[in-house]
């Protein structure tokens, strides 16, 4: 049975820094595509990063380019999220997804976890 952990959301000051955490159990995440996406009230799922192939490429939306670093822990079975310069536009609830079957993330990804909610605010 797939079980998803996110974690590091929370409240968080302008310009801080945050690293969101998706724990996987069930099944080893080593090499299967995945992706952290986001959704902010009254808007769409947004993709903003990738992780995918033996050799860890990444991909990142244009949104957090530059700001964000996904990252794939073998040994811990986690695939982390580092967001730097937050702004309260990246205000949202992050979700962490993953397929062994995809070779690029998207929407139509397998397995999702709940979301971590992530804040802006001064």
């Known amino acids: 049975q797939v079980h998803f952990v996110e974690s590091g959301g929370g409240l968080v000051q302008p310009g801080k820094s945050l690293t969101l955490s998706c724990r996987v159990s069930?099944?080893?995440?080593?090499?299967?595509?995945t992706g952290w996406f986001r959704q902010a009230p009254g808007k769409e799922r947004e993709e903003i990063a990738c992780?995918?192939?033996?050799?860890?490429?990444?991909h990142y939306s244009d949104s957090v380019k530059g700001r964000a670093t996904i990252s794939r822990d073998r040994a811990k079975n986690t695939v982390d999220l580092q967001l730097n310069d937050l702004k309260p536009g990246d205000s949202a609830t992050y979700f962490c997804?993953?397929?062994?079957?995809?070779?690029?993330?998207?929407?139509?990804?397998?397995?999702w976890g709940k979301g971590t909610l992530v804040t802006v605010s001064a």
């Open positions: 997804a993953t397929d062994n079957e995809k070779q690029i993330c998207g929407d139509n990804m397998s397995y």
């Open positions: 069930g099944f080893t995440l080593a090499y299967w595509t």
């Open positions: 992780i995918f192939g033996s050799q860890d490429f990444t």
